[in-house]
């Protein structure tokens, strides 16, 4: 394969990491807190860990040269995390928060509630209908393979839709083109939009599911800083012939004692006092963990 020069940018300590995930939630809420509509808060601060552990850690990416066809390429599957996804990019030089916060959700932004290339350079591919991005990611490994070259391509999906059959295809399709280039992070948060996510769909045993279809599995604490630096760490290389799913535990709402594992925050909107009393509940949070 094509051996290419690029890295991943600054590399950061676990606590310098964890530090910047905290930032992270911070400015989700503040967003939050602004913006008149509602905002897929539960599901934002569930990935606010992985999405800063792949945007400061693992993706080898350029802020200043996004079309380097040596760039890991990154698929936000669960596209309704939208702006989480922004938030990240914005803090390791993508673009500007400010703009994000100007300009969100409103017609014609490059900041959508959901994510779409054309808009925004520097996003790899439109999501939102979930159930999509895996299969767009498979295809973008299996051209990488074709062209020999030695990039990863990284996809996040929710768990709820790993309930679709278009999402078992591209499971299948990833091992048989044993595409060792393909890497899928799920939000294990066990919530879909109005129920708790075994109360309709049949998901466990979980783990096992992937391994049936010839996956490399990798289980974490998907809030455990450290433990996500180490899955991405001891990733097979980009040349070997079988796909690594890892399996992110999650709580929806993380680090807001109101907001954890509560249906009503799949999406929501924050007033003031709420807002106040979000950032507060985040920062004893983020005190505990640090003690």
Not at 136 to 157: I, K, S, Y
Request: aromatic content about 6%; proline content about 4%; some cysteine.
């Amino acid at each position: 394969m094509t051996q290419t020069s690029l890295d991943s940018g600054p590399r950061h300590d676990v606590a310098e990491l964890e530090d910047l995930a905290y930032e992270l939630r911070r400015k989700l809420l503040e967003l939050c807190g602004t913006y008149e509509g509602a905002v897929h808060i539960g599901g934002d601060m569930s990935v606010a860990d992985i999405l800063t552990a792949l945007f400061h850690h693992g993706l080898r990416i350029d802020p200043d040269d996004i079309r380097n066809p040596a760039r890991d390429r990154f698929v936000l599957s669960k596209g309704h995390a939208a702006v989480c996804m922004y938030i990240a990019m914005a803090m390791r030089g993508f673009f500007d928060y400010d703009d994000i916060v100007a300009t969100y959700g409103q017609l014609d932004s490059a900041y959508g509630m959901h994510p779409c290339k054309v808009q925004l350079p520097g996003v790899e591919a439109s999501t939102g209908s979930l159930g999509h991005g895996l299969p767009l990611a498979v295809g973008m490994a299996l051209g990488a393979r074709h062209r020999r070259e030695d990039h990863r391509v990284v996809t996040l999906l929710g768990d709820g839709e790993t309930g679709e059959g278009s999402v078992w295809e591209a499971v299948m399709a990833g091992r048989s083109n044993k595409l060792g280039n393909l890497v899928a992070f799920v939000d294990r948060n066990r919530q879909l939009m109005t129920s708790f996510a075994e109360e309709r769909v049949a998901f466990e045993p979980y783990p096992d599911k992937w391994r049936a279809f010839g996956w490399n599995v990798i289980e974490i604490d998907g809030h455990d800083m450290s433990q996500l630096v180490g899955a991405i760490d001891a990733l097979p290389a980009p040349d070997s012939d079988t796909p690594t799913v890892i399996i992110c535990e999650t709580v929806k709402g993380k680090g807001v004692d109101f907001m954890e594992r509560n249906l009503a925050w799949h999406a929501g909107s924050l007033g003031k006092e709420d807002l106040e009393r979000a950032l507060a509940s985040l920062e004893a949070s983020r005190e505990k963990e640090t003690v």
